[in-house]
């Protein structure tokens, strides 16, 4: 009798399989492709406690094995899947109890998210008068729109529960609550790869995931309307691409997840566009530098699969800037038009031609760095500093300063750590060994 160890699924099918086969070494290698395949803590358990039974110990060596790498998998999944159910709830808590308008012109951008939702899903130009704010006479809807049609959507099943009100609010937020949790799980995901288990401990990696997915700005963007959270979220999935690369090279997946990523990161806000310039570099350099074949090769991958990149990447956000181009005669990024909107409708001290820029005020770089406001507690770089950490509400409400410093200071201590482990991020792709093999006369190369 033939037993397919990838449809063993119960606990009874395997205590059959076993029974069939008889407890000897000959059941191990069927005993490890059943642990290949299946997720069944229950099942792991079983195999376990045949091992004792086999008399052979050489035998269910391979098995061990096999059983402590499963069971270090499933751990992981677990410790993944508690740092995103931390996250999901906390957000949830954070997001439902704040008041309207608790984060930077949420009321700007949920008329957006609102317009979408009470048009049936009909898109907004930038300068409607229904979403349009009258002191900056412009709208959110100039900027890319994706977070808020995701967040349209929620306000619709939300709807047909009877939310109205505060509650169509709310739902509009879980969109926000989604795509930070999505990004702790990529950032999870990508301290696997950047610190594997082979040579870091779980605090490690812990640490890695506390302080870049569960930093109090980073957790912020997700309890308010905005599209800051999808960049989050779209910056953490290329984040993660980038770590695949050092452990798996430029396979087709982790392409595509790049792809992805970029494309969500287009959709997302214009200020998160160096995500995608420097995924680029990224992508060009390590092929081109970082590759041991022949130049030619090098070059026919890097147009192979940047083609294919480039490709996934327009066709899932190309949309947007058409459309804008259509809309806007040609202004693919809808920048001008959006400014010549502010000239026509904004009050006259908030026009674009009246605003006192730092190129109006005849001001160096030493000028904008050490530059206060009157309604800022430090000056341009401080603020930019602690507001990367965490600063709340309108952006006036900051965290105690000793926080802040001691954020930065774990900065600052993990930037000139990575000089002491750059072995562990090598960008550079060997494709030979470094022994070599002699043939009769010849010594061959060994591929890897």
């Known amino acids: 009798m033939i037993i397919d160890p990838q449809k063993i699924t119960e606990i009874d099918e395997l205590e059959h399989s076993i029974d069939s086969m008889g407890l000897s070494k000959e059941i191990v290698p069927f005993l490890i492709e059943v642990l290949k395949t299946t997720r069944n803590r229950f099942l792991i358990n079983k195999i376990a406690i045949t091992l004792r039974d086999i008399k052979d110990d050489r035998a269910v060596e391979p098995i061990v094995d096999m059983l402590k790498k499963k069971e270090s998998e499933m ?28 984060g930077p012109d949420e009321d700007m951008r949920y008329l957006v998210a609102d317009y979408i939702y009470s048009n049936h899903g009909a898109l907004p130009r930038g300068d409607d008068p229904a979403i349009r704010n009258a002191t900056w006479g412009i709208s959110y809807a100039y900027y890319p729109i994706l977070s808020y049609m995701i967040s349209a959507a929620f306000m619709g099943v939300a709807s047909i529960f009877g939310a109205s009100g505060i509650a169509l609010l709310r739902a509009a937020r879980m969109a926000d609550v989604l795509f930070v949790t999505c990004a702790v799980y990529f950032l999870v995901k990508a301290s696997g790869k950047l610190f594997p288990r082979e040579k870091f401990s779980g605090e490690v990696r812990g640490l890695f995931t506390a302080l870049a997915g569960f930093m109090p700005q980073a957790i912020f963007l997700g309890t308010y309307v905005n599209t800051d959270s999808l960049a989050l979220m779209s910056a953490a999935l290329i984040l993660y691409a980038w770590a695949s690369y050092l452990r798996e090279d ?38 081109l530098l970082c590759r041991e074949e022949p130049l030619t090769q090098r070059v026919r991958f890097l147009f192979g699969r940047g083609a294919a990149i480039a490709g996934v990447t327009v066709a899932l956000c190309g949309w947007w800037f058409v459309r804008n181009g259509i809309l806007y005669d040609g202004d693919f990024l809808g920048r001008k038009t959006c400014t010549a909107c502010a000239e026509k409708y904004a009050h006259k001290d908030y026009r674009p031609s009246c605003y006192p820029t730092p190129e109006k005020l ?22 930019v500093c602690v507001s990367f950490i965490g600063t709340f509400g309108q952006m006036e409400i900051y965290m105690p300063y000793t926080v802040s410093k001691l954020y930065m200071l774990f900065f600052a201590v993990g930037i000139i750590s990575v000089f002491f482990v750059k072995e562990t991020f090598d960008l550079r792709k060997k494709m030979y060994v470094a022994q070599r093999k002699a043939v009769g006369n010849d010594r061959w190369k060994i591929k890897t």
Not at 362 to 383: E, K, M, R
């Open 75 to 102: 751990n992981e999944k677990k410790i993944t899947m508690i740092w995103v159910l931390l996250a999901f709830i906390l957000l949830t808590a954070w997001a439902m109890s704040q008041p309207f308008h608790a």
């Open 250 to 287: 430029w396979t087709w997946k982790n392409c595509m997840i790049l792809a992805v990523g970029m494309a969500l990161c287009a959709l997302s806000y214009y200020n998160a566009y160096g995500w995608i310039l420097c995924s680029f570099f990224l992508f060009c350099l390590t092929v």
């Open 362 to 383: 005849n001001w160096n770089w030493l000028d904008i760095i050490f530059y206060q406001d009157p309604g800022w507690y430090h000056n341009w770089i401080l603020t």
